[in-house]
């Protein structure tokens, strides 16, 4: 079985992720442009063998969206992270925007016993936050991530989901690496 799709995103004012009256505040947009940015997203899906998935995805960004992004923390309430031993407070919510990614995971079903793996590489726009003393920019560079998972039903509406991922983010003044994974039990009634 084969499936695709093709997305895309005009955002224009209230969700760029930030806008160009911060940029002007500190003397950083050069361009004068517009508070509109676009996105495109495409994939396709593909059924390989019985209870397999093999997915496929790409996306490009024309300007920082918040429609194109790799989160920094596996947990959204996180606003700090430390970048070369210091501690830097997050602007944009934990997420760092995302010029172009390529990515793709696998999945695999074996009767009650579930597992999967995915990786994503790309290259970001510029990275712009605040240090212990005032506002930086950290540049754009690269950065990749790994994910792999594992899943069983122990029984009818009870299931238990191991994950570990690892990211990795190497930006022009700065690099980040996080390795994070979790245990999750749930009880459907």
Do not use: C
């Not at 050069?30 to 396709?44: L, M």
């Not at 309430?77 to 501690?87: L, Y």
């Not at 299931?159 to 994070?180: I, K, M």
């Amino acid at each position: 079985m084969f499936g695709a799709y093709l997305a895309g995103s005009i955002d224009s004012n209230n969700d760029v992720l930030v806008d160009d009256t911060f940029f002007d505040t500190f003397g950083l947009n050069p361009d004068g442009e517009t508070d509109t940015a676009f996105a495109i997203k495409g994939g396709v899906s593909l059924k390989p063998i019985e209870n397999g998935e093999l997915k496929i995805e790409g996306s490009y960004a024309f300007d920082p969206s918040v429609y194109s992004t790799i989160e920094l923390f596996n947990n959204p309430g996180d606003t700090t992270f430390r970048f070369g031993g210091t501690d830097f407070v997050v602007n944009t919510g934990g997420a760092l925007p995302v010029e172009w990614q390529a990515g793709a995971g696998y999945a695999q079903t074996f009767g009650k016993l579930g597992v999967a793996v995915a990786g994503v590489y790309g290259e970001t726009f510029d990275y712009f936050g605040f240090n212990g003393t005032g506002f930086q920019n950290f540049g754009s560079g690269e950065y990749y991530k790994f994910v792999g998972n594992v899943g069983y039903e122990i029984t009818n509406n009870f299931d238990v989901l191991g994950e570990v991922s690892y990211t990795n983010v190497d930006l022009d003044d700065a690099s980040f690496d996080q390795t994070a994974g979790f245990i999750q039990f749930v009880r459907s009634f």
